[in-house]
């Protein structure tokens, strides 16, 4: 056919293709982060329950949530919200996240009538936190890559930009991001990340 281009394929992209065994790794790869999250439940429940947190009804009613997709800035992602609650601009969650290729993540997430509500402690909280929160600074509260235009580690900032950016923003985003070469250690540091939210919002 006059003007159709030819397809081809790299030396890597045919060595790929014919081999389905990196795609079956894959597949368990991702199925051992849904056991690794699913254990991650109970955790979360007790760092929770140990801080005797007054979390709202509609909050600690709702069923945690595992799910995965393919393209998060076209990578494989899976994500675990516990606890939470997405009710229009009234957000509160708490999300674990696995990114291919880049993290591990554990974000607390707060808009709306929750924001109200726990800004007071995370002002008074959050900045003498020891752990090394990174802030969320994007104008969209969906991303959740670490670049700078999207996250920075709080340390790095002044006070008053801290207090700016926990108080006058629409939402608050503090998260705590693990290397994937930890993966042996990440149920204790994602244990740790639960334990430093649960730290500051109470």
């Known amino acids: 056919m006059a003007g159709t281009t030819k397809i081809t394929l790299s030396d890597k992209e045919l060595s790929l293709v014919t081999n389905a065994d990196w795609i079956l790794t894959k597949h368990s790869i991702i199925e051992k982060v849904y056991a690794l999250f699913a254990e991650c439940i109970p955790v979360v429940n007790a760092v929770f329950n140990e801080k005797e947190m007054s979390l709202p009804a509609e909050v600690i009613a709702a069923v945690p949530k595992i799910y995965k997709g393919e393209n998060y800035l076209r990578l494989p992602y899976v994500m675990l919200d516990h606890p939470r609650c997405f009710k229009g601009k009234d957000i509160f969650a708490v999300r674990t996240m696995f990114w291919w290729g880049n993290f591990f993540s554990v974000t607390l997430h707060i808009s709306g009538v929750y924001k109200d509500m726990l800004t007071p402690n995370l002002v008074v909280n959050a900045p003498s936190a020891t752990s090394d929160f990174y802030i969320g ?23 008053a930009n801290q207090l700016k950016l926990l108080d006058q923003n629409d939402f608050t985003k503090l998260a705590l991001k693990f290397d994937l070469q930890q ?13 430093a939210i649960a730290g500051v919002i109470s």
Do not use: C, T, V
Not at 137 to 159: A, G, M, R, T, V
């Open 137 to 159: 600074i994007n104008e969209d509260q969906w991303q959740h890559h670490f670049e700078e235009n999207n996250f920075l580690p709080l340390k790095q900032l002044s006070k």
């Open 183 to 195: 993966w042996d250690q990440m149920q204790a540091l994602l244990q740790g990340g639960y334990r």
